[in-house]
Nanobody
Framework: VQLQASGGGLVQAGGSLRLSCAASERTFSSYDMGWFRQAPGKEREFVAGISWSGGSTVYADSVKGRFTISRDNAKNTVYLQMNSLKPEDTAVYYC???????????????????WGQGTQVTVSS
């Protein structure tokens, strides 16, 4: 599945952004979706995940209560609503997909076989 992430930008601390990730696959609903991020000099880290149906979501502790992942299977798109942004949220954000039947650990990037190109999010203090 090909993924195209968008929606990044520059925002002040406390602001909001919504990232989108459009998938090319017509069987989009067969995939669990995740968002990861990578800050300069740091390893890629898990941010949020959503099951194929949207019925289950999981978040990294650092974004719980501030970020919301959702999906629209009719539009082949997954979203990441980011509120109360902090400078430490600055990173390149990547969307990723894995076949739901394959399963795996949400927090491990190795569980995901398809990746988007990334979108830059910069939060100024």
């Amino acid at each position: 599945v090909q993924l195209q992430a968008s929606g990044g930008g520059l925002v002040q601390a406390g602001g909001s952004l919504r990232l989108s990730c459009a998938a090319s696959e017509r069987t989009f609903s067969s995939y669990d979706m995740g968002w990861f991020r990578q800050a300069p000099g740091k390893e890629r880290e898990f941010v949020a995940g959503i099951s194929w149906s949207g019925g289950s979501t999981v978040y990294a502790d650092s974004v719980k209560g501030r970020f919301t992942i959702s999906r629209d299977n009719a539009k082949n798109t997954v979203y990441l609503q980011m509120n109360s942004l902090k400078p430490e949220d600055t990173a390149v954000y990547y969307c990723a997909a894995r076949l739901a039947l394959a399963g795996g650990t949400w927090y491990l990037s190795e569980s995901f076989g398809s990746w988007g190109q990334g979108t830059q999010v910069t939060v100024s203090s």
